[in-house]
Structure formats: C-alpha cells, structure tokens
T-cell receptor
Framework: KAGVTQTPRYLIKTRGQQVTLSCSPI?????VSWYQQTPGQGLQFLFEYFSETQRNKGNFPGRFSGRQFSNSRSEMNVSTLELGDSALYLC???????????????FGEGSWLTVV | AQKVTQAQTEISVVEKEDVTLDCVYE???????LFWYKQPPSGELVFLIR??????QNEISGRYSWNFQKSTSSFNFTITASQVVDSAVYFC????????????????FGKGTKLSVIP
C-alpha cells in the first residue's frame, strides 16, 4: 500500500514568488492536513481538508491556502513568498481523524522549501 | 489550549542502553489522542503509536514501550537496548476530540527530542 506522496521534494524560490505543493494521500483516506516545520517554531498546523472542504485552519496568514480534489489529492499554495516561509512542509493523511475512536495519521516525506 | 512538552531537547546514549523519552501534555478535552512519531534526517514523520485517552494500558512493541499515565498527564516512550538506527528526532503529539471548535482535531506537537545512539 503506497504511503503519502508529496511533490516536489525540494525546491528553491525567490522572495515574492508563489509556490504550489502537492500531496497524494494513502488510498482510501479522505482527510489531508498540512503542517509547517521550522527550527524556530517546530511543527505547526496549517489546515485540514476533508471531502474537498476545509475543516480546520491554523494561525497562518492568508498567503497560505489549500484545496482538495475529488480524488482526495491536495495542494497547498503560498503566495508572495517571504524568507520566513523557508521550511519543511509536511502532508498528513488519515481516513477521518474526527471519528470517535480517533484515527492514525500518516505523514509524507515532506517538501523542503527554500526561499532566497 | 493544548500543549505538549518534551523537556529533553537532546539525549545521547551508548548502544544497548535503555532510554526513556518524556512527554507531558495539557488539554481540556475529555477525549483525546496521543501519538509518537520518529523523524529521521530525511524528514518523514514515521508513525510509532496512537493511544486513546480512555485506554490507559501500557503497550510494548518489540524494543519499544509506552507508559501512559493520565494522573500525571504523561505519555513516556522507552527504547530498550537502543541501536544506532534509533537515532532520530522523536515527537510526541496530541489531538483532541471534544468538538469544541476549529482546531480540535489538529495535532499539537512537542518540540521534539533528538536521540543520538553512539556505537
């Protein structure tokens, strides 16, 4: 069973540009979440999508956005990149973390973004 | 608000020693879930365990064991007979389930503990 797949793995962008990251969840999983990891702030929740709807959003500026497609694949976009956006962006997949018994959340390898 | 504290920033042990990684959490949710993840240098967060708040049984999986104590809000992780391959950053995480609003089910992570196992 394939895991969570994120593309691209590494990318370098210039300040002011925008970037789109892609995530393919585990087959059958309907929830996709995104996290940002930086040395200073650690792992922080960006947003969660379930059945093409954003269910939760973290405390990030509007430059950070995302969407989910009918096949559960998700993309996140960061516009007007700033140096501080340099980070590892991790995508997480689960069937439904809101289920009463909870759910295991699996992560991809992440996309390393460097803004210069 | 939820909070996870991993007080140990870095730990170094000699191979074959036992090591315990501490995790203390805070939450007002009545039902919640605790996780441990391992992050090797490649970046991927590797799932190790999920524990529901209503299940306080400790768990053992090979050389790994977890001690969940609701009374002290702790969910500690022990590696027995450590190996070099155990070297990584380990994260403890918490998610809630009270339905109290936006963010209830997001994972709140600790800062991580970097474990170095020396041959």
């Amino acid at each position: 069973k394939a895991g969570v797949t994120q593309t691209p793995r590494y990318l370098i962008k210039t300040r002011g540009q925008q970037v789109t990251l892609s995530c393919s969840p585990i087959s059958g999983h309907r929830s996709v979440s995104w996290y940002q990891q930086t040395p200073g702030q650690g792992l922080q929740f960006l947003f969660e999508y379930f059945s093409e709807t954003q269910r939760n959003k973290g405390n990030f500026p509007g430059r950070f956005s995302g969407r989910q497609f009918s096949n559960s694949r998700s993309e996140m976009n960061v516009s007007t990149l700033e140096l501080g956006d340099s980070a590892l962006y991790l995508c997480a997949s689960s069937y439904d973390p809101h289920s009463l018994l909870g759910d295991t959340i699996y992560f991809g390898e992440g996309s390393w973004l460097t803004v210069v | 608000a939820q909070k996870v504290t991993q007080a140990q920033t870095e730990i170094s042990v000699v191979e074959k020693e036992d090591v315990t990684l501490d995790c203390v959490y805070e939450t007002r949710d009545t039902t919640y879930y605790l996780f441990w993840y391992k992050q090797p240098p490649s970046g991927e967060l590797v799932f190790l365990i999920r524990r529901n708040s209503f299940d306080e049984q400790n768990e053992i999986s090979g050389r790994y064991s977890w001690n969940f104590q609701k009374s002290t809000s702790s969910f500690n992780f022990t590696i027995t007979a450590s190996q070099v391959v155990d070297s990584a950053v380990y994260f403890c995480a918490l998610s809630g389930a009270s339905g109290s609003g936006a963010g209830s089910y997001q994972l709140t992570f600790g800062k991580g503990t970097k474990l170095s196992v020396i041959p």
